[in-house]
């Protein structure tokens, strides 16, 4: 069975991503675009237009071309977007990296993606030089001014032709649908980190295809958390908010006091999050010295949010909260679940898959598509799904078959109305006697308990069960192990009863919010030792 959207279909334009985004500005042109909201410094929907086509131009001198990769390492900055832009423009692709990997992944990443320009901020110079010189880098640029690096307004410069930025040549030779637009790195659905080759096409697409289901429109001021280097920051956030003609207030870093100072000063109207900070919404007694009146929605997405937490959270709040899903090899948005006539029992689903997207839900055992209420691993196709994997066609052929499926790896099951509810990562679920348990909905119920902060479940070896499920828990009160037990048992079918407690004072999670699982699990298995 294949699920359809309940979405009226549509156009994908045949555009580059910056014609597409900033094309036409129409009356946008003097308004903020971005404000960086540590300082309140704003560069408008002109100025962003202009740096980005002069820096292109500049990119372009410098050799910088089809085919060409630059590297971004940096927090949350206007110039972020100039960038990401202009590399474009010129014909080239950016590979996004996360400022808190370690240098010997951001070499990998460098390596493999054979990026030769780096755009990073001045307190990351010095690890930039150290991994620049074991690949092929030949210039660093930095947004504001290091010896050692190109200012990256000196780029912007060389790209000025009496102080007006000329349209570039090779957006007109570009194939939207061929070309890489970027290229972020994903461990998919093995646990090793790929290059997801992403088209202009693909990102158009998606943006046309949840921007079709409401979301964020011109009035809005959208509060930028989480980072652009992701995938949801960077095209949910950052892109679509820009095809909209919203305003983006940038955060560098995420601290949950100036976030919610942050969402005041502005007025922030939407708020796209990810799971850890609806919690802390939700829980977090500083929440209450904030006006936060002016939250029209919250959006939660990259990982599963339980619908007690969502409901904690929209009751506090005094908004709607809604989820979506995606994957960065999806571009990454390919279900939402948004809008005033949602229904509140839909809260802890990821909604039906947007437009000119279809799904199926296929049995792991069997391979058989389900229908509603069958649980199995969501498949995907439609015009945002990846090229494929950069130089591994392995990986890519286990994950995006010869029809055009994706397979995402995440466990889901359907309604009648085609929403989705996830259950886990299929290879996350515990094998429990045979049984399988998904760690997710154990944490969902586990958050639901007044004295738990956060919660991880991981499987734990045990030579009669195979495995057993633990809760590793960050205490929020006075609690004891045998009692976050008994309130699992009582709730839930006893091969799902939590076996093992172990408190701890943080869970590690990425920067997305997904909980780094494997970190726990290694942990455990060196104890075990």
Not at 21 to 27: A, E, I, K, T, V
Not at 390 to 407: F, I, Q, V, Y
Not at 447 to 465: G, R, T
Request: net charge negative; proline share 6%.
């Amino acid at each position: 069975m294949i699920f359809q959207s309940p979405h009226p279909p549509i156009v994908v334009p045949e555009q580059s991503f910056s014609d597409y985004l900033l094309g036409s500005l129409g009356d946008r042109r003097d308004k903020p675009a971005f404000i960086e909201g540590p300082s309140g410094r704003a560069v408008t929907y002109g100025q962003l237009r202009d740096q980005a086509r002069a820096a292109a131009r500049g990119l372009a001198a410098r050799g910088l071309g089809r085919g060409g990769v630059a590297a971004i390492c940096s927090p949350n900055l206007p110039e972020y977007a100039t960038a990401f832009l202009a590399t474009g423009m010129a014909g080239g692709c950016s590979t996004t990296l996360n400022p808190l990997s370690t240098d010997d992944e951001l070499v990998s990443q460098l390596n493999d993606s054979g990026a030769r320009w780096f755009i990073t901020v001045p307190p990351l110079l010095d690890r930039a030089q150290t991994v620049a010189a074991q690949t092929g880098i030949e210039e660093i640029f930095v947004f504001g001014e290091a010896a050692g690096a190109t200012a990256f307004a000196d780029l912007v410069a060389d790209g000025l032709k009496d102080g007006i930025p000329t349209d570039l040549e090779p957006a007109g030779i570009l194939n939207p649908a061929e070309d890489l637009l970027t290229l972020p790195y994903s461990s998919g659905t093995t646990g090793v980190s790929k290059g997801v080759m992403l088209t202009h096409r693909n990102l158009v697409a998606n943006i046309e295809q949840f921007s079709a289901v409401g979301l964020v429109d011109a009035d809005d001021v959208v509060l930028a958390v989480l980072p652009f280097f992701h995938i949801y920051g960077m095209v949910v956030v950052m892109s679509g908010a820009l095809k909209a003609g919203a305003t983006v207030v940038t955060m560098p870093r995420f601290d949950l006091e100036e976030f919610l100072g942050a969402i005041q000063q502005y007025r922030a109207t939407c708020l796209y999050l990810v799971p850890p900070i609806v919690l802390g919404l939700a829980k977090h007694p500083a929440v209450d010295g904030y006006d936060l009146s002016s939250v029209n929605w919250i959006m939660s997405g990259a990982a599963p949010l339980g619908e007690e937490i969502a409901l904690a959270c929209q009751d506090r709040i005094g908004c709607r909260v809604f989820q979506g899903y995606g994957l960065t090899e999806a571009s990454p948005v390919t279900h939402v679940c948004f809008g005033e006539n949602v229904d509140e029992d839909k809260i802890g689903t990821i909604g039906p898959t947007i437009p000119s997207t279809e799904m199926k839900i296929v049995d792991l055992e069997s391979g058989e598509a389900l229908g509603p209420g069958g649980e199995g691993e969501v498949w995907i196709r439609g015009p945002q799904v990846m090229k494929g994997y950069l130089n591994n066609p392995e990986a890519t052929a286990s994950t995006l078959d010869a029809e055009g499926w994706l397979h995402t790896g995440d466990v889901g099951r359907a309604d009648e109305d085609g929403y989705v509810t996830i259950v886990d990562r299929a290879k996350e679920l515990i094998k429990y006697k045979g049984y399988q348990v998904a760690p997710a909905e154990l944490e969902d119920l586990l958050l639901s308990h007044p004295a738990v902060a956060d919660v991880a479940v991981i499987p734990v070896a045990d030579e009669e069960a195979g495995e057993i499920p633990k809760a590793c828990v960050v205490r929020a009160g006075d609690v004891s192990g045998e009692e976050i037990m008994r309130y699992v048992a009582e709730r839930v079918a006893p091969q799902k009863k939590i076996r093992a407690v172990e408190f701890l004072e943080e869970i590690p999670k990425s920067a997305s919010g997904k909980i780094l699982r494997r970190f726990l699990v290694e942990r455990e298995r060196a104890a075990a030792r």
